[in-house]
């Protein structure tokens, strides 16, 4: 008999794929639901949006990614609801507001201008993908998985998620705030949201609540390139 529910959240350009393992691997003790943004270009329109879907009063949430942001966000709009969190492979501070968030804003519209000209599945295999994965995942059957995944979506969402992730709320105050048992999950050589910066977000965490983990050989897409140890950590995670 299943005992917990649980919430996923995908992270940009992702859907239910980057979380099947888990799903299967937990379903004897969880049930569980994928949440899906649609064209919604804010993340706390995003988690508005979420609370709305969810079929569950109060839920464990994991958010991968941008899921992990938008994981914050449903904490600060209603932590009630939130019994555990994870944040896998994630970030927490808003665009920077000098130089460095003018070159961030350059290069994730030059990859949606990509996208549009050549096709989803190009701008992911030849400008996004390969620094998501470990390099041992690169031109396996994995990455042509999350080239597949990347194929499902379009310009338009991902000009939308592009401009949700451009105008993303500070998280600091969400973090410092938790009260509830808190996963900060990072493949060791994700070199998007690196390790260092989820020691960091660990670190912001109230200490009784916070707990860091490094799924080892794995890039960013950690949940699909080590789903085995990935879905370990969770079903520990569940019993906090």
């Known amino acids: ?112 201008q990509f996208a549009r000209e050549h096709g989803m599945r190009e701008m992911g295999k030849t400008l996004w993908a390969p620094g998501m994965v470990h390099p041992s995942q690169l031109d396996t059957p994995l990455f042509e998985e999350i ?23 500070d998280a600091e105050p969400v973090l410092r705030s938790l009260a509830c048992p808190t996963y900060v999950i990072c493949g060791r050589q994700d070199a998007w949201s690196t390790y260092a910066l989820h020691e960091t977000i660990s670190s912001l965490i109230p200490a009784p609540y916070a707990t860091l983990v490094a799924i080892e050989e794995s890039g960013h897409m950690s949940t699909m390139e080590r789903p085995d140890e990935v879905t370990a950590v969770l079903a520990d995670w569940l019993d906090r």
């Open 1 to 112: 008999m299943t005992t917990e529910q649980i919430v996923f959240l995908p992270g940009l350009m992702c859907d239910a794929a980057v979380w099947k393992h888990q799903q299967s691997g937990l379903a004897p003790r969880a049930e569980s639901f994928v949440a899906e943004y649609h064209d919604i270009d804010s993340l706390p329109a995003m988690a508005a949006k979420v609370l709305r879907d969810a079929p569950y009063d109060t839920f464990s949430l994991a958010g991968h990614s941008m899921g992990g942001r938008v994981a914050v966000e449903i904490v600060r709009q209603a932590p009630q609801r939130v019994r555990r969190l994870a944040l896998l492979d994630t970030g927490y501070a808003p665009l920077d507001g000098g130089e460095a968030g003018r070159q961030e804003e350059a290069k994730r519209m030059s990859l949606l």
């Open 147 to 169: 080239l597949d995944m990347i194929e499902r979506r379009t310009p338009q969402q991902f000009e939308a998620q592009i401009r949700a992730l451009l105008a993303r709320p």
